[in-house]
């Protein structure tokens, strides 16, 4: 109902009825049916391959674990079932009585506010996670706490170390690729400290935030390169692992997190190349492509132009050069090469360290503009090569300008 409201297309829908479980799915027996949340009162069917949920009307009993609800109560009243949500946005039904709304959650959504369902401090005590989710409404739809709500939070951010780590993770991405997230992160500051320590308050930290709350808003809404733009100066802070590296921090949060290995990857190849020189010239274009990959450096060359690049860099004529690199097809890495393993060792160089040298040598001379990239000329070269090399240290590609 939230999104329809606010005229979006809904990513899923749920139905609420007050059948039992096994009443929908003998109703719904046309469909295929799941039974994975039948314990809390909910059926899944697949209509046209998408996922529909029908959940009974339920109470619930007490959240001893923070988490989840100790027991579930089936009852007839949809009510008593909306009571339960967290936000009163999320608390309105259309049925076959019309519009049901009992905690004026449409009001709330037109005016742009977001309050919690009842008593706030209770809510959040029962289940944490919805603290986050609360941010990632306000980066994701615009929608400001109200004070009681907003004041709560903060009571209760202590209870998030009671969230697994994946759930965290879950609404920690959501939140960062928000359109509105320079309305959320600022407020939210005190829950970020609670969830990753090495953000303790002092005048390092209040730096990052500084930077953090400029920067993070220009940049797209890519996941790697806005995780990238949160983590980018964590090294430096003190509570940080070190490791030489500047994404070492940012990796060992991310992996807390339960962030998959691609995502982290993605992430730290773009923190990595913050303070790297984004040249403009084609040879070293080039080679900054076979390093890194086309992805990685559109996300530095994006990451340098929210942050401020460093000494020697131009991420707009980088893109420029790198972009016409790429529409032209120039030659850039190994598979680009018009020759490879197969014809030199057809031409006499044997399989070993001296034909993986050649080839090396060969996409060194063509990235510099010593060889075309064709066939020929390049087998001439390897073949000539070989025969002066003789066991000698292989000479350098100018040797045969």
Request: charged fraction near 25%; hydrophobic fraction near 40%.
């Amino acid at each position: 109902m939230r999104d329809a409201l606010l005229g979006r297309t809904p990513e899923d829908w749920d139905v609420a009825t007050a059948a039992t479980p096994q009443q929908a799915a003998a109703a719904l027996s046309d469909y295929r049916i799941l039974e994975t949340g039948l314990r809390h009162g909910t059926v899944t069917a697949l209509a046209d391959g998408m996922p529909v949920e029908i959940t009974t009307y339920r109470t619930e009993g007490a959240y001893s674990d923070g988490r989840r609800p100790d027991a579930v109560f089936f009852t007839q009243s949809l009510e008593k079932d909306l009571a339960r949500r967290d936000f009163t946005v999320n608390a309105m039904a259309y049925g076959s009585r019309g519009f049901v709304d009992p905690f004026h959650g449409r009001e709330d959504l037109s005016r742009g506010i977001l309050r919690c369902v009842g008593d706030p401090i209770l809510r959040f005590r029962e289940d944490s996670l919805r603290i986050l989710r609360g941010i990632r409404f306000t980066a994701c739809l615009g929608l400001s706490p109200e004070p009681e709500t907003a004041r709560a939070a903060l009571v209760c951010r202590a209870f998030l170390s009671r969230v697994s780590a994946e759930r965290i993770g879950n609404e920690f991405r959501r939140m960062l690729c928000g359109p509105f997230l320079a309305l959320a992160l600022p407020p939210s500051r005190p829950v970020w400290e609670e969830i990753f320590p090495e953000l303790a308050p002092g005048a390092e930290s209040d730096g990052v935030w500084a930077r953090l709350n400029a920067a993070l808003p220009q940049t797209a809404p890519d996941l790697s390169l806005r995780l990238a733009v949160f983590f980018r100066e964590w090294d430096a802070l003190p509570g940080a692992p070190t490791g030489g590296d500047p994404s070492t921090a940012a990796r060992a949060a991310l992996r807390r997190l339960r962030c998959g290995n691609a995502e982290i990857d993605a992430a730290c190849r773009a923190i990595c190349l913050r303070s790297h020189p984004l040249p403009c010239e084609g040879p070293a274009v080039k080679r900054l492509l076979r390093q890194w990959g086309e992805p990685a450096l559109r996300r530095a060359a994006a990451l340098q132009a929210a942050c401020g690049p460093p000494p020697g860099s131009n991420p707009a004529g980088f893109l420029s050069a790198m972009q016409t690199v790429l529409a032209r097809r120039e030659c850039y890495s190994l598979r680009m090469l018009a020759v490879g393993g197969e014809e030199l060792r057809a031409h006499g160089i044997p399989a070993g360290p001296l034909l993986g040298s050649l080839l090396e040598r060969l996409l060194e001379a063509v990235i510099e503009g010593v060889l075309p990239n064709e066939k020929e000329p390049l087998l001439a070269a390897a073949v000539r090569w070989k025969e002066e090399i003789d066991g000698t240290d292989f000479p350098s590609v100018r040797t045969y300008l």
